[in-house]
Nanobody
Framework: PLVESGGGLVQSGGSLSLSCTAT????????VGWFRQAPGKGHEGVSC????????HYADSVKGRFTISRDNAQNTVSLQMIDLKSEDTAIYYC??????????????????WGQGTQVTVSS
């Protein structure tokens, strides 16, 4: 699994930057998706990025507030989050994908779930 980091506790309106790194996997060969799981809910697709980084997609709930990017030389994918809302509170995960397209769904994810990183937004 991939390793997620960068979560924390922030106030509503605040920002966080999450990182996804890979060991033993050449992440540069895969599109990557970010997912989240809020308390008592299933996994939700948040954003994905193509291998080149030229194609990105976002869930409607985060458009304009989240930005996904990647650094293939560093084998990392990042998720910059601004204007955070209480409904963004969740555990965030990254997973490799076979492709990046609109309507990201957890069933598209490859590999296993990592530990995730907790994001808590207080109102």
């Amino acid at each position: 699994p991939l390793v997620e980091s960068g979560g924390g506790l922030v106030q509503s309106g605040g920002s966080l930057s999450l990182s996804c790194t890979a060991t033993g996997l050449a992440l540069e060969h895969y599109p990557v998706g970010w997912f989240r799981q809020a308390p008592g809910k299933g996994h939700e697709g948040v954003s994905c990025i193509s291998v080149s980084g030229l194609t990105t997609h976002y869930a409607d709930s985060v458009k304009g507030r989240f930005t996904i990017s990647r650094d293939n030389a560093q084998n990392t994918v990042s998720l910059q989050m601004i204007d955070l809302k209480s409904e963004d509170t969740a555990i965030y995960y990254c997973r490799p994908l076979p492709w990046c397209q609109a309507g990201l769904h957890v069933h598209q994810a490859l590999g296993d779930w990592g530990q995730g990183t907790q994001v808590t937004v207080s109102s």
